[in-house]
């Protein structure tokens, strides 16, 4: 999607109608793992925090830099900040309130600079969707495909809560 602003305004939508949602799950359908492994949805709700602090970072400096940003080891940060032991209410008022600032922080860039396209990025390694290192991306790209992860992984708290 380049050139609009659908992403934010559907950010903002996602995140008010997903943490009223979330706050009414039972606490063991929150905390339960998958019998394959993987993440509670607590520890998927960190892991959009996480996306969240590390993409804020991204968006901000997108402004002035090349789209080249590090990686993180993700299961790791999951596993030191303890999320399955954190309390679900202010997984999800963190959750919420810090992609309600990246919305604002989304909608404050002007537009010309989300759309600029930049050949120097690694959307291919670190982008949900990544795009070929031979093309240019945007920071609109970027921000969209960050607003595509998070709706995935929701996707993903709803299937644990649900047992599955």
Avoid at 10 to 33: C, K, M, N, Q, S
Avoid at 70 to 93: R, T
């Amino acid at each position: 999607m380049s050139g609009g602003s659908f992403y934010i305004n559907e950010l903002r939508t996602i995140v008010d109608r997903e943490a009223a949602r979330l706050l009414g799950a039972a606490p063991d359908a929150v905390e339960r793992r998958p019998a394959k492994g993987g993440w509670s949805a607590k520890e998927i709700l960190g892991h959009l925090i996480d996306s969240a602090a590390v993409n804020h970072q991204r968006f901000v400096r997108a402004q002035w830099q090349d789209l080249v940003f590090a990686a993180y080891a993700q299961d790791d940060w999951v596993q030191a900040q303890k999320y399955q032991d954190a309390p679900w209410i202010e997984l999800v008022a963190l959750w919420r309130e810090y992609n309600r600032h990246i919305a604002r922080v989304m909608a404050a860039i002007p537009l010309e600079v989300r759309t600029a396209p930049k050949r120097i990025h690694n959307l291919n390694e670190i982008a949900s969707t990544p795009v070929p290192a031979e093309e240019p991306a945007t920071l609109d790209y970027l921000m969209n495909d960050y607003v595509q992860h998070l709706q995935h992984h929701l996707k993903q708290i709803d299937a644990r809560i649900a047992g599955r």
